[in-house]
């Protein structure tokens, strides 16, 4: 179902950028101020220049962050720094990692996928599901990059269900596994590696067997549907015939069921405050049960307690203990429920956030961490009143509620690890560099 399109991708001159892992970055969406200007001074040809500006007091509508991105590109690409390849590619990608989750001495996980562009689809077509809600302010500052650049300076990561491994082990196959053209270790000591595939007959049959499948939004539902709405303006300007530039976006496709795959939880971390346990109980106590757990065992408990029934972790700030927030039977979702009703997340949202933050302020104020320690730690610390802790989303559950047409909650997933942003580019108007 979905229409892969092999592309000429614009990527770092090792000529150029002897050390790839200078200039890429993670996504834009995760990257505080103060990495941010990190990475602006790590290198004077970092992605994070044209992927994530910084702002100037002299600002105005026709000089800003963005203007001076598309002007950067064209620069790097004139003078250089980035190339376009030769002929149309696909780029398998691996990351070996840990998660936040995992001990010390877990073995790695290794993710495998690869990016290409694919055919814009409207939702409606059932061929590219999303499966997570958006907000307006995120798709204006992408739509105005994407306006000024032409460009996707990072992939949108999308799943796919090949139970059976067939892609990946053509993929194997197809490339020297000991020579990638970047390979390097990362700001989180995880390996990135990156290869090329050029070979037609490869690449029609990764193409025909993506045609079979439809696609799941993992990451990036904003930059997607920035992606439709640019699509809408261009068509709008000039009609054309054929396929455009245009009518694709960078993906990076993983399967649903590879093993190197980690969904992480998405904790909330209260900064206004809350009541004493007491209140919170009364508030709270008709739909839970509480357990205090001494700290040493309380994660571990609530993974192992959430295999069967939803619980929340609940730490405050002066409390000894952190407690086990149970739902009771007659609170959990009945038979016939919508695929998003039955999710932890959802229950979370409506039977103790709409209670303990009752405004829309208090949720605006809200700290979000995929990091269990963390959202302890800022407790203990004082720098929070409270933490609600949450059990990951199974993949299988974000499937069920795209597949049904349904959107999770903002902030419902975390997909694990992120591809960084600059290994790869699509430059999709030459007239553009």
Known sequence: MANIIPFKGVLYNPARVSDVSRVVAPPYDVIDAAFQNALHARHPHNVIRLEL??????DSPGQNRYTRAATLLKDWMTGGVLQRERAPAIYPYTIEYRSPSDESGTPMKTLKGFFSTVE?????????????????????????????????????????????GAVIRLIDKSVNADKPRFEFTDDEGFRQRLWAITDRTVLNEIVTFMHSTPLFIADGHHRYETALNYRKSCRARAAAAGLQPYDAVLMLFASLEDPGLTVLPTHRVLT?????????????????????????????????????????????GGAPSPWLLSVK???????????????????????VMN???????DQHALIYTKD????????????????????????SEVRAVAAAGERMPHKSTYFFPKPLTGLVMNVMEEQKV
Do not use: W
């Open 372 to 395: 269990d320690h963390e959202a302890l730690d800022l407790v203990a610390q004082g720098k929070a009143t409270a933490a609600l802790l949450l059990n990951p989303t199974k993949v």
């Open 120 to 164: 814009l689809e409207e939702f409606s077509t059932g061929k590219i599901y999303p499966h997570e809600n958006t907000r307006a302010a995120a798709k204006t500052d992408r739509l105005n990059l994407l306006e000024a650049c032409g460009a996707n300076f990072s992939a949108i990561f999308s799943l796919f269900s090949d139970p059976q």
């Open 355 to 361: 209670k303990l933050c009752p405004k829309e302020s």
């Open 53 to 58: 500006g910084l702002d100037e007091p002299q």
């Open 329 to 351: 039977s007659g609170h959990r979702p009945k038979a016939g429920a919508s695929e998003r009703d039955k999710l932890d997340v959802s229950l979370l949202q409506t039977l």
């Open 272 to 316: 206004t405050p809350v009541p004493p346990l007491a209140d919170i109980k009364r508030l709270l106590g008709e739909a839970f049960d509480f357990d205090e757990i001494p700290l040493k065992q309380f994660l571990h408990a609530l993974r192992s307690r959430g295999q069967t029934a939803p619980v929340f972790g609940l730490a405050l």
